[in-house]
T-cell receptor, first 116, second 110 residues
Framework: GAVVSQHPSWVICKSGTSVKIECRSL??????MFWYRQFPKQSLMLMAT?????????EQGVEKDKFLINHASLTLSTLTVTSAHPEDSSFYIC????????????FGPGTRLTVT | SQQGEEDPQALSIQEGENATMNCSYK?????LQWYRQNSGRGLVHLIL?????REKHSGRLRVTLDTSKKSSSLLITASRAADTASYFC??????????FGTGTRLTIIP
């Protein structure tokens, strides 16, 4: 096992609203979770790294007040896109790693966000 | 940017042929991994090769690593239609973060 789920798989929201994406590790405890963003036909760009019970570490250029990350338990992390704009439309993918195995990341299926 | 480069960007081959894609990176690494992504889906881990390894096999996959050239290659033998996907290399630079390459879009023609 090492299954990671994301919910929702796709979401459409209006400009100015907020949307929350959940990332769950279903059969293991995820000490670290990662959030990536992927534009069409491009690679994955790391947005932030979160450890259970502590604040997320954001990559340079990622607005922490816009992309709120909460890693409340060893099986759940959430990404909230606040005051969404059309340019936030993207594919968001989370991954999780187990304690002691930081290099092995298990990826969720992704969430397609469209902001109208 | 630390992002690696992959080439070719796109590759189309006939089913049954072998597919080779290459990845180059910029700094020293601890390990290099290859992932597959089907269209609109998440990533599937294929293989991890450590910096002190030169070659690794897994089923129809063969990965090589040349740290002196800062490059890796992924060979898929006897390709199948189901291999159609994007393939990404990803490297660790001493911590848990993965830095992904630009990806190769592989199309297998039945």
């Amino acid at each position: 096992g090492a299954v990671v789920s994301q919910h929702p798989s796709w979401v459409i929201c209006k400009s100015g609203t907020s949307v929350k994406i959940e990332c769950r590790s279903l059969d293991f405890q995820a000490t670290t979770m990662f959030w990536y963003r992927q534009f069409p036909k491009q690679s994955l760009m790391l947005m932030a790294t979160s450890n259970e019970g502590s604040k997320a570490t954001y990559e340079q250029g990622v607005e922490k007040d816009k992309f709120l990350i909460n890693h409340a338990s060893l099986t759940l992390s959430t990404l909230t896109v606040t005051s969404a704009h059309p340019e936030d439309s993207s594919f968001y993918i989370c991954s999780a790693s187990k304690a002691g195995l930081p290099y092995e990341q298990y990826f969720g299926p992704g969430t397609r966000l469209t902001v109208t | 940017s630390q992002q690696g480069e992959e080439d070719p960007q796109a590759l189309s081959i006939q089913e049954g042929e072998n597919a080779t894609m290459n990845c180059s990176y910029k700094t020293s690494i601890n390990n290099l991994q290859w992932y597959r992504q089907n269209s609109g889906r998440g990533l599937v881990h294929l293989i991890l090769i450590r910096s002190n390894e030169r070659e690794k096999h897994s089923g129809r996959l063969r990965v090589t690593l040349d740290t002196s050239k800062k490059s890796s290659s992924l060979l898929i033998t006897a390709s199948r239609a189901a291999d159609t996907a994007s393939y990404f290399c990803a490297t660790n630079f001493g911590n848990e973060k993965l830095t992904f390459g630009t990806g190769t879009r592989l199309t297998i023609i039945p």
